[in-house]
Protein backbone atom coordinates (compact mmCIF):
# COMPACT_ATOMS: atom_id res chain seq x y z
CA UNK A 1 0.00 0.00 0.00
CA UNK A 2 1.58 3.41 -0.94
CA UNK A 3 2.20 5.91 1.70
CA UNK A 4 -0.63 8.83 0.07
CA UNK A 5 1.08 11.42 2.56
CA UNK A 6 4.54 10.99 0.71
CA UNK A 7 5.95 14.44 -0.81
CA UNK A 8 2.63 16.20 0.91
CA UNK A 9 3.40 19.62 1.56
CA UNK A 10 -0.47 20.39 3.07
CA UNK A 11 -2.66 18.38 4.56
CA UNK A 12 -5.34 20.17 5.71
CA UNK A 13 -7.48 20.28 8.20
CA UNK A 14 -4.64 18.68 9.64
CA UNK A 15 -5.71 14.68 10.97
CA UNK A 16 -8.88 14.53 8.51
CA UNK A 17 -7.30 12.54 5.81
CA UNK A 18 -6.09 9.80 8.37
CA UNK A 19 -9.66 9.55 9.55
CA UNK A 20 -10.84 9.43 6.01
CA UNK A 21 -8.41 6.66 5.61
CA UNK A 22 -9.28 5.07 8.78
CA UNK A 23 -12.63 4.88 7.97
CA UNK A 24 -12.14 2.11 5.51
CA UNK A 25 -14.85 3.29 3.08
CA UNK A 26 -13.49 4.21 -1.08
CA UNK A 27 -12.90 8.37 -1.34
CA UNK A 28 -13.91 10.13 -3.98
CA UNK A 29 -10.71 11.85 -4.51
CA UNK A 30 -10.53 14.46 -7.01
CA UNK A 31 -8.07 16.48 -9.53
CA UNK A 32 -9.17 19.28 -11.78
CA UNK A 33 -7.02 20.32 -14.75
CA UNK A 34 -7.88 23.18 -16.95
CA UNK A 35 -7.25 22.12 -20.64
CA UNK A 36 -5.59 25.95 -21.44
CA UNK A 37 -2.61 24.44 -23.63
CA UNK A 38 -2.14 21.15 -25.68
CA UNK A 39 0.32 19.40 -23.27
CA UNK A 40 0.96 17.80 -20.12
CA UNK A 41 4.17 18.42 -18.55
CA UNK A 42 6.43 16.47 -16.45
CA UNK A 43 5.11 19.14 -13.73
CA UNK A 44 1.57 17.94 -13.90
CA UNK A 45 2.66 14.51 -13.34
CA UNK A 46 3.53 15.32 -10.00
CA UNK A 47 0.06 15.59 -8.72
CA UNK A 48 -1.30 12.76 -11.34
CA UNK A 49 1.35 10.47 -9.59
CA UNK A 50 -0.47 10.96 -6.38
CA UNK A 51 -3.76 10.80 -8.39
CA UNK A 52 -2.67 7.10 -9.07
CA UNK A 53 -1.43 5.95 -5.39
CA UNK A 54 -5.09 6.91 -4.52
CA UNK A 55 -6.66 4.73 -7.34
CA UNK A 56 -4.21 2.08 -6.33
CA UNK A 57 -5.06 1.96 -2.66
CA UNK A 58 -8.89 1.54 -3.97
CA UNK A 59 -10.19 5.13 -4.29
CA UNK A 60 -12.46 6.36 -6.98
CA UNK A 61 -10.69 9.12 -8.72
CA UNK A 62 -12.30 11.77 -10.32
CA UNK A 63 -10.75 13.58 -13.04
CA UNK A 64 -12.43 17.16 -13.95
CA UNK A 65 -11.29 18.62 -17.20
CA UNK A 66 -12.20 22.09 -16.53
CA UNK A 67 -13.89 23.27 -20.28
CA UNK A 68 -15.79 26.17 -18.73
CA UNK A 69 -13.35 27.00 -15.77
CA UNK A 70 -10.55 27.54 -18.41
CA UNK A 71 -12.81 30.43 -20.24
CA UNK A 72 -12.04 32.41 -16.89
CA UNK A 73 -9.04 31.44 -16.34
CA UNK A 74 -7.29 30.32 -13.35
CA UNK A 75 -5.71 33.46 -11.35
CA UNK A 76 -3.46 31.60 -9.11
CA UNK A 77 0.54 32.55 -9.09
CA UNK A 78 -0.64 35.00 -11.76
CA UNK A 79 0.35 38.89 -11.37
CA UNK A 80 -1.68 39.73 -14.24
CA UNK A 81 -5.11 37.88 -15.74
CA UNK A 82 -4.61 35.19 -17.96
CA UNK A 83 -4.82 34.98 -21.74
CA UNK A 84 -7.81 32.78 -22.37
CA UNK A 85 -7.77 30.21 -25.07
CA UNK A 86 -10.64 30.18 -28.20
CA UNK A 87 -13.33 27.58 -27.03
CA UNK A 88 -11.86 25.61 -29.82
CA UNK A 89 -8.61 25.30 -28.40
CA UNK A 90 -10.11 24.24 -25.59
CA UNK A 91 -11.72 21.76 -27.46
CA UNK A 92 -8.75 19.92 -28.45
CA UNK A 93 -6.72 20.56 -25.21
CA UNK A 94 -9.82 18.94 -22.91
CA UNK A 95 -9.30 15.29 -25.66
CA UNK A 96 -5.58 15.59 -25.50
CA UNK A 97 -5.57 15.89 -21.90
CA UNK A 98 -7.33 12.83 -21.23
CA UNK A 99 -5.23 10.41 -23.46
CA UNK A 100 -1.88 11.87 -21.72
CA UNK A 101 -3.17 11.67 -18.40
CA UNK A 102 -3.92 7.92 -19.09
CA UNK A 103 -0.54 7.36 -19.77
CA UNK A 104 -0.13 7.36 -15.75
CA UNK A 105 -4.23 6.65 -14.54
CA UNK A 106 -5.93 3.61 -15.15
CA UNK A 107 -8.64 4.49 -17.71
CA UNK A 108 -11.00 1.92 -16.44
CA UNK A 109 -11.06 3.09 -13.11
CA UNK A 110 -11.10 6.62 -14.04
CA UNK A 111 -14.09 8.95 -13.59
CA UNK A 112 -14.18 11.62 -16.13
CA UNK A 113 -16.15 14.59 -15.78
CA UNK A 114 -16.62 18.27 -17.91
CA UNK A 115 -17.10 21.12 -15.50
CA UNK A 116 -19.37 22.88 -18.49
CA UNK A 117 -21.92 19.93 -17.33
CA UNK A 118 -22.66 22.36 -14.41
CA UNK A 119 -21.64 25.16 -14.70
CA UNK A 120 -23.68 26.15 -17.65
CA UNK A 121 -25.79 27.08 -15.77
CA UNK A 122 -28.49 29.83 -15.62
CA UNK A 123 -28.64 33.70 -14.01
CA UNK A 124 -30.53 32.45 -11.40
CA UNK A 125 -28.20 29.38 -10.39
CA UNK A 126 -25.25 31.16 -11.11
CA UNK A 127 -26.82 34.33 -8.62
CA UNK A 128 -27.17 31.52 -6.00
CA UNK A 129 -23.75 30.93 -6.13
CA UNK A 130 -22.37 33.72 -5.87
CA UNK A 131 -24.50 34.77 -2.87
CA UNK A 132 -22.64 32.08 -0.98
CA UNK A 133 -19.65 33.92 -0.27
CA UNK A 134 -18.46 38.02 0.04
CA UNK A 135 -16.11 39.80 -2.19
CA UNK A 136 -13.68 40.01 1.25
CA UNK A 137 -13.53 36.32 1.88
CA UNK A 138 -12.34 36.26 -2.45
CA UNK A 139 -9.70 39.07 -2.11
CA UNK A 140 -7.88 37.14 1.05
CA UNK A 141 -5.82 35.31 -1.93
CA UNK A 142 -2.23 36.44 -1.78
CA UNK A 143 -2.07 36.67 -5.54
CA UNK A 144 -5.15 39.80 -5.47
CA UNK A 145 -3.59 40.96 -2.43
CA UNK A 146 -0.28 41.68 -4.34
CA UNK A 147 -2.23 43.32 -7.38
CA UNK A 148 -4.30 45.24 -5.15
CA UNK A 149 -0.89 46.77 -3.71
CA UNK A 150 0.85 47.01 -7.06
CA UNK A 151 -2.46 49.06 -8.33
CA UNK A 152 -2.76 45.95 -10.91
CA UNK A 153 -6.32 45.56 -12.21
CA UNK A 154 -8.46 42.40 -11.05
CA UNK A 155 -11.39 41.19 -13.16
CA UNK A 156 -14.80 40.08 -11.87
CA UNK A 157 -13.99 36.72 -13.70
CA UNK A 158 -10.86 35.94 -11.57
CA UNK A 159 -13.09 36.66 -8.92
CA UNK A 160 -15.61 34.17 -9.78
CA UNK A 161 -12.89 31.18 -10.76
CA UNK A 162 -12.45 30.10 -7.20
CA UNK A 163 -16.17 29.95 -6.56
CA UNK A 164 -16.79 27.90 -9.72
CA UNK A 165 -13.85 25.21 -9.07
CA UNK A 166 -15.34 25.07 -5.21
CA UNK A 167 -18.34 23.78 -7.39
CA UNK A 168 -17.20 21.41 -8.90
CA UNK A 169 -16.24 19.62 -5.35
CA UNK A 170 -20.25 19.78 -4.60
CA UNK A 171 -21.28 18.82 -8.21
CA UNK A 172 -18.69 15.24 -7.87
CA UNK A 173 -19.19 14.68 -3.80
CA UNK A 174 -15.66 15.18 -3.25
CA UNK A 175 -14.16 13.63 -0.45
CA UNK A 176 -10.49 14.26 -1.13
CA UNK A 177 -9.23 17.51 -3.47
CA UNK A 178 -5.18 17.23 -4.81
CA UNK A 179 -3.24 20.10 -6.21
CA UNK A 180 0.29 21.50 -6.49
CA UNK A 181 0.89 24.21 -3.78
CA UNK A 182 -0.15 27.17 -5.72
CA UNK A 183 -3.72 26.03 -5.58
CA UNK A 184 -4.29 25.72 -1.75
CA UNK A 185 -6.66 28.41 -1.55
CA UNK A 186 -8.84 27.28 -4.50
CA UNK A 187 -8.43 23.93 -2.61
CA UNK A 188 -9.63 25.21 0.68
CA UNK A 189 -12.30 27.77 -0.44
CA UNK A 190 -14.28 24.53 -2.05
CA UNK A 191 -14.56 23.66 1.12
CA UNK A 192 -16.47 27.23 2.10
CA UNK A 193 -18.58 25.98 -1.34
CA UNK A 194 -19.25 22.50 0.13
CA UNK A 195 -20.40 23.36 3.37
CA UNK A 196 -22.66 26.14 2.28
CA UNK A 197 -24.54 23.38 0.34
CA UNK A 198 -24.80 21.29 2.96
CA UNK A 199 -21.93 19.02 1.80
CA UNK A 200 -19.34 17.59 4.14
CA UNK A 201 -16.26 19.69 3.34
CA UNK A 202 -13.63 17.75 1.79
CA UNK A 203 -9.77 17.11 3.08
CA UNK A 204 -7.03 18.69 1.17
CA UNK A 205 -3.65 17.14 0.13
CA UNK A 206 -1.47 19.82 -1.67
CA UNK A 207 1.74 19.00 -3.40
CA UNK A 208 4.87 20.67 -4.43
CA UNK A 209 6.08 22.73 -8.05
CA UNK A 210 8.15 21.17 -9.74
CA UNK A 211 10.92 23.23 -11.04
CA UNK A 212 11.75 23.78 -14.46
CA UNK A 213 14.60 22.44 -16.62
CA UNK A 214 16.40 26.17 -16.20
CA UNK A 215 16.48 25.22 -12.36
CA UNK A 216 14.92 28.65 -11.62
CA UNK A 217 11.22 29.17 -12.11
CA UNK A 218 8.34 26.59 -11.97
CA UNK A 219 8.15 24.41 -14.83
CA UNK A 220 5.67 25.73 -17.66
CA UNK A 221 5.61 25.48 -21.16
CA UNK A 222 4.60 29.31 -21.35
CA UNK A 223 8.63 29.95 -20.22
CA UNK A 224 9.49 27.17 -22.55
CA UNK A 225 11.30 25.39 -19.38
CA UNK A 226 9.37 21.95 -19.55
CA UNK A 227 9.37 18.12 -20.54
CA UNK A 228 6.23 17.52 -22.22
CA UNK A 229 4.98 14.51 -21.58
CA UNK A 230 4.17 13.46 -25.17
CA UNK A 231 7.84 14.90 -26.75
CA UNK A 232 9.61 12.35 -28.35
CA UNK A 233 12.09 10.30 -26.76
CA UNK A 234 15.29 12.07 -28.01
CA UNK A 235 13.75 15.05 -26.85
CA UNK A 236 12.52 14.42 -23.95
CA UNK A 237 16.14 12.40 -22.75
CA UNK A 238 18.00 15.82 -24.70
CA UNK A 239 15.89 17.95 -22.16
CA UNK A 240 16.46 15.83 -18.51
CA UNK A 241 20.18 15.97 -19.38
CA UNK A 242 19.60 20.13 -19.13
CA UNK A 243 18.26 19.58 -15.61
CA UNK A 244 21.14 21.66 -13.23
CA UNK A 245 22.92 19.50 -10.56
CA UNK A 246 20.79 21.48 -7.59
CA UNK A 247 17.70 20.09 -9.28
CA UNK A 248 18.23 16.47 -9.63
CA UNK A 249 17.52 15.79 -6.01
CA UNK A 250 13.58 17.05 -6.40
CA UNK A 251 13.28 15.72 -9.77
CA UNK A 252 14.19 12.14 -8.65
CA UNK A 253 12.19 12.64 -5.05
CA UNK A 254 8.96 14.38 -6.94
CA UNK A 255 8.97 12.32 -10.53
CA UNK A 256 10.68 8.76 -9.08
CA UNK A 257 10.10 8.83 -5.86
CA UNK A 258 13.73 8.06 -4.55
CA UNK A 259 17.11 9.36 -3.66
CA UNK A 260 19.72 10.84 -6.15
CA UNK A 261 22.05 7.71 -7.01
CA UNK A 262 25.63 8.02 -6.16
CA UNK A 263 28.06 8.63 -8.50
CA UNK A 264 28.96 12.07 -11.00
CA UNK A 265 25.88 14.22 -11.70
CA UNK A 266 25.67 13.58 -15.28
CA UNK A 267 25.38 9.68 -14.78
CA UNK A 268 22.27 10.47 -12.53
CA UNK A 269 21.01 12.55 -15.36
CA UNK A 270 21.36 9.47 -17.31
CA UNK A 271 19.28 7.75 -15.07
CA UNK A 272 16.49 10.33 -15.06
CA UNK A 273 16.74 10.25 -18.75
CA UNK A 274 16.24 6.73 -19.23
CA UNK A 275 13.34 6.27 -15.98
CA UNK A 276 11.19 8.94 -17.53
CA UNK A 277 11.97 8.22 -21.14
CA UNK A 278 11.29 4.30 -20.35
CA UNK A 279 7.78 5.52 -18.40
CA UNK A 280 6.21 7.23 -21.12
CA UNK A 281 7.91 5.33 -24.30
CA UNK A 282 9.22 2.22 -23.31
CA UNK A 283 12.76 0.74 -22.11
CA UNK A 284 13.74 0.31 -26.39
CA UNK A 285 13.38 4.00 -26.88
CA UNK A 286 15.11 4.66 -23.73
CA UNK A 287 17.92 3.22 -25.13
CA UNK A 288 17.71 4.32 -28.60
CA UNK A 289 17.57 8.37 -26.81
CA UNK A 290 20.51 8.01 -24.98
CA UNK A 291 22.53 6.58 -28.18
CA UNK A 292 20.88 9.68 -30.07
CA UNK A 293 22.28 12.26 -27.23
CA UNK A 294 25.83 10.38 -27.38
CA UNK A 295 25.96 10.48 -31.18
CA UNK A 296 25.31 14.24 -31.17
CA UNK A 297 26.38 15.70 -28.20
CA UNK A 298 29.28 13.40 -27.03
CA UNK A 299 30.82 12.50 -30.67
CA UNK A 300 29.13 15.17 -32.29
CA UNK A 301 27.79 13.32 -35.43
CA UNK A 302 24.92 13.77 -37.27
CA UNK A 303 21.58 11.56 -36.41
CA UNK A 304 21.08 8.23 -37.78
CA UNK A 305 17.75 9.81 -39.20
CA UNK A 306 17.39 13.31 -40.51
CA UNK A 307 14.31 15.00 -41.73
CA UNK A 308 14.79 16.13 -45.49
CA UNK A 309 13.78 19.77 -46.89
CA UNK A 310 12.55 20.62 -50.12
CA UNK A 311 15.73 22.96 -51.32
CA UNK A 312 13.23 23.47 -55.12
CA UNK A 313 11.73 26.49 -53.58
CA UNK A 314 14.99 28.38 -52.43
CA UNK A 315 16.55 27.77 -56.08
CA UNK A 316 17.12 30.89 -58.06
CA UNK A 317 16.61 31.53 -61.93
CA UNK A 318 19.29 30.11 -64.45
CA UNK A 319 20.83 28.66 -61.37
CA UNK A 320 21.55 31.87 -59.06
CA UNK A 321 22.71 31.41 -55.94
CA UNK A 322 20.21 29.45 -52.98
CA UNK A 323 19.87 32.90 -50.10
CA UNK A 324 20.49 31.58 -46.71
CA UNK A 325 18.85 32.70 -44.51
CA UNK A 326 15.33 32.82 -46.51
CA UNK A 327 16.31 29.27 -47.23
CA UNK A 328 17.25 28.86 -42.70
CA UNK A 329 13.82 30.81 -42.24
CA UNK A 330 11.71 27.48 -44.46
CA UNK A 331 13.86 24.91 -43.13
CA UNK A 332 14.19 25.98 -39.12
CA UNK A 333 10.90 28.17 -38.87
CA UNK A 334 12.81 31.03 -37.72
CA UNK A 335 12.56 34.74 -39.16
CA UNK A 336 15.28 35.62 -41.84
CA UNK A 337 16.51 38.51 -39.61
CA UNK A 338 17.31 35.34 -36.78
CA UNK A 339 18.77 33.87 -39.74
CA UNK A 340 21.07 36.14 -40.49
CA UNK A 341 22.09 36.65 -37.06
CA UNK A 342 23.01 33.00 -36.62
CA UNK A 343 25.27 33.03 -39.91
CA UNK A 344 26.74 36.35 -38.68
CA UNK A 345 27.97 34.30 -35.95
CA UNK A 346 29.27 31.42 -37.54
CA UNK A 347 26.28 29.24 -36.05
CA UNK A 348 25.30 27.36 -38.93
CA UNK A 349 26.97 24.07 -40.19
CA UNK A 350 27.28 22.03 -43.84
CA UNK A 351 28.17 18.86 -43.38
CA UNK A 352 29.27 19.42 -40.06
CA UNK A 353 31.79 22.12 -41.19
CA UNK A 354 31.10 26.35 -40.05
CA UNK A 355 29.87 27.90 -42.61
CA UNK A 356 31.97 30.62 -42.74
CA UNK A 357 30.78 33.59 -41.09
CA UNK A 358 28.79 36.34 -43.11
CA UNK A 359 28.03 33.73 -45.94
CA UNK A 360 24.80 34.66 -46.82
CA UNK A 361 24.09 33.10 -50.15
CA UNK A 362 25.73 29.68 -51.66
CA UNK A 363 25.49 28.02 -55.34
CA UNK A 364 22.67 25.21 -55.71
CA UNK A 365 25.45 22.69 -56.16
CA UNK A 366 27.00 23.34 -52.84
CA UNK A 367 23.68 22.52 -51.29
CA UNK A 368 22.04 19.50 -52.61
CA UNK A 369 22.33 16.16 -50.58
CA UNK A 370 24.04 17.91 -47.82
CA UNK A 371 23.43 18.57 -44.29
CA UNK A 372 22.28 22.27 -42.94
CA UNK A 373 22.47 22.10 -38.89
CA UNK A 374 21.44 24.71 -36.70
CA UNK A 375 22.64 24.77 -32.85
CA UNK A 376 23.77 20.89 -31.61
CA UNK A 377 20.35 19.71 -32.55
CA UNK A 378 18.71 20.83 -35.70
CA UNK A 379 19.35 18.95 -38.72
CA UNK A 380 17.74 18.83 -42.26
CA UNK A 381 19.35 17.01 -45.70
CA UNK A 382 18.46 19.35 -48.62
CA UNK A 383 17.03 17.58 -51.55
CA UNK A 384 15.83 19.50 -55.12
CA UNK A 385 13.91 17.08 -57.45
CA UNK A 386 15.77 19.90 -60.41
Same mark, same amino acid.
Given at each position: ?????????????????????????????????????????????????? @???????????????????????????????????????????????????????????????????? @??????????????????????????????????????????????????????????????????????????????????????????? @???????????????????????????????????????????????????????????????????????????????????????????????????????????????????????????????????????????????????????? @?????????????????????????
Amino acid at each position: MPDLTKNAVDLLPEGMLAEQLAAGRPLRVKLGIDPTTADIHLGHTVVLEK @LREFQQAGHRVVLIVGDFTARVGDPSGRSAQRPVPSVEEIEVNAATYQEQAFKLLDRERTEVRFNSEW @LRMDAEGLMALMARTTVARLLERDDFQKRIAANAPISALELLYPLLQGYDSVAVEADVELGGTDQKFNLLFARDVQAAYGCKPQSIVTLPI @LVGIDGTQKMSKSLGNYVGVTESPEEMFGKLMRVPDQAMPEYFRLLLGTDVPAGPPNEAKRELGRRIVARFHGGGAAAAAEAHFDRLFVRHEAPEEIEEFDLDAYLGDHGAPVHLPQLMAGAFEISSSEARRLLGQGGVKLDGEPIPAGTLD @LEPAALEGRVLQLGKRRFRRLRAAT
